[in-house]
């Protein structure tokens, strides 16, 4: 029997992050990752925001920067033009080695290509006091005061506890990162309507002049495409904006899931804590969750920490989850309402709508697409527009 404080499932940067600041906190940390090395499969396109990853002390060699934002419909385009750069685009593995440093310099012990196969609890209250893991030393028993459940979209422990059921909406992307001859490298662009995603989107997002993430997501259940069929299409016809980028030669194949129906109802059990797509922290308008788990999971290994001493009670767990709840649970509602209503836009209204971004300003566009809705300001859009559509799509913003 290996002992530890807490053991935490998934070397992803939830639980990366929630293993950096127990481990800072002086807690004995183990975290397991089933693949065989952290961030070896990239399952995600790793859009961000520069402000979010400097106040988490990302350092800014880990993105590329961005500053315009490009919307394509199929009879209409725009661009929002920036002036300075706010968004980014991750370099995802880099970014999760990083994380993977942070923790392991904190002390954290990190197995790779470990599988967790089970958790292990009283029959009683299903209090948990352990995981059995496959590991490359061989099958192991480990006793641990507290879980973290940072196992992504699975929830492995949650849902074999029976805590939480399986996720009934979701996203499935399928992206290649390439080559290209020529790539606007500050731009980033999202394609809508029916020829990219009828139930979804398209991305391009740039990671330098000639390096380039190019996907396809799609809502389940609306549609019942895989994305990649869609993807290959794309790229054979070479559909606008891949005609600018010259020969594309994909070098890496991406495929992910991500919920998308809202957070889950609790995240803290006794002896559990559930955290980042396990526990639906990602933003659903255009499914973006990286900064909720790096930011959540830190603070799930603080809160993890300090609850050792009451026997990381489901009570002593409350502090994460009354504290996360706090800050996005409303903008991850607002998000999903206007998600439902992009959902199921035919294309002339996708034309229709990605007007209303230009009437935006820059700061209201940011504010709007990266779900930090600040009520005030979406109040005085929805009371002040001058079209009808937009007035609407603002109220859905607001509406409890
Ligand atoms: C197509 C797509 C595009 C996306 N685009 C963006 C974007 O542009 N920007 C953004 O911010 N977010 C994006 N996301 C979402 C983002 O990837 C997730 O929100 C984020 O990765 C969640 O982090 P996590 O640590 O909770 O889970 P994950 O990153 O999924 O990490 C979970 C880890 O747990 C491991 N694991 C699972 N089960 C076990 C087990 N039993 N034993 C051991 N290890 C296990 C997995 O191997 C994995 O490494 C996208 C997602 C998808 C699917």
Same mark, same amino acid.
Do not use: C, W
């Given at each position: 029997m290996f002992n530890y404080d807490i053991a935490i499932v998934g070397g992803g940067p939830a639980g990366l992050s929630a293993a950096y600041t127990a481990g800072k906190a002086g807690a004995k940390v183990v975290l397991f990752e089933?693949?065989?090395?952290?961030?070896?499969?990239?399952?995600?396109?790793?859009v961000s925001w520069i402000t979010e990853m400097n106040n988490l002390g990302i350092?800014?060699?880990?993105y590329n920067p961005i500053k315009n934002y490009r919307f394509i419909s199929p009879n209409n385009e725009i661009i929002i033009k920036?002036?300075?750069?706010?968004s980014c685009v991750l370099d995802v593995r880099s970014l999760y080695q990083y994380l993977s440093f942070l923790a392991a310099k904190a002390g954290a012990d990190i197995y790779i290509k470990?599988?967790?196969i089970d958790v292990l609890h009283? &029959?009683?209250?299903?209090r948990v006091s352990g995981l059995i893991v496959n590991t490359l030393k061989g099958k192991i028993d480990v006793s641990s005061t507290l879980v973290i459940?940072?196992?992504?979209?699975?929830s492995f422990i949650g849902r074999k506890l029976g805590y939480v059921p399986n996720w009934k909406r979701y996203g499935v992307g399928a992206e290649y990162e390439c080559y290209c001859d &020529?790539?606007?490298? &500050?731009t980033w662009t999202l394609m809508v309507g029916c020829q990219y995603s009828p139930a979804g989107y398209a991305w391009l997002f740039p990671l330098s002049k000639n390096r380039v993430r190019i996907g396809v997501g799609i809502g389940k259940p609306e549609s019942n495409i895989d994305p990649i069929n869609l993807l290959n299409k794309i790229i054979e016809k070479k559909l606008k904006p891949l005609d600018e980028l010259g020969k594309i030669q994909p070098i890496e194949y991406h495929y992910g899931y991500i919920p998308n129906?809202?957070?889950?109802?609790?995240?803290?059990?006794e002896g559990l804590i559930l955290v980042g797509d396990s526990a639906g922290q990602s933003n659903p308008l255009v499914l973006e969750g990286i900064r909720h788990a790096i930011e959540f999971g830190r603070l799930a290994g603080k809160v993890g920490s300090a609850s050792l001493a009451s026997n990381s009670s489901k009570n002593s767990l409350m502090a994460y989850e009354t504290q996360w709840k706090n800050q996005i649970s409303s903008k991850i509602a607002s998000a999903l309402r206007v998600q439902s209503r992009w959902i199921g836009l035919t294309d002339d209204e996708w034309d229709r709508e990605?007007?209303?971004?230009?009437?935006?300003?820059e700061e209201e566009f940011i504010d709007f697409i990266s779900s930090e809705f600040s009520t005030k300001k979406m109040i005085k859009l929805a009371i002040n527009h001058p079209k009808l559509v937009a007035r609407q799509l603002f109220n859905l913003i607001i509406k409890k």
């Open positions: 089933r693949d065989k090395s952290i961030g070896q499969y990239v399952r995600t396109s790793g350092p800014e060699n880990l920036g002036s300075k750069y706010r470990s599988e967790v009283s &029959e009683h209250n299903k459940d940072a196992s992504g979209f699975n &020529e790539v606007d490298s &500050e129906q809202g957070t889950r109802d609790s995240t803290v059990f990605i007007s209303i971004l230009t009437d935006m300003t």
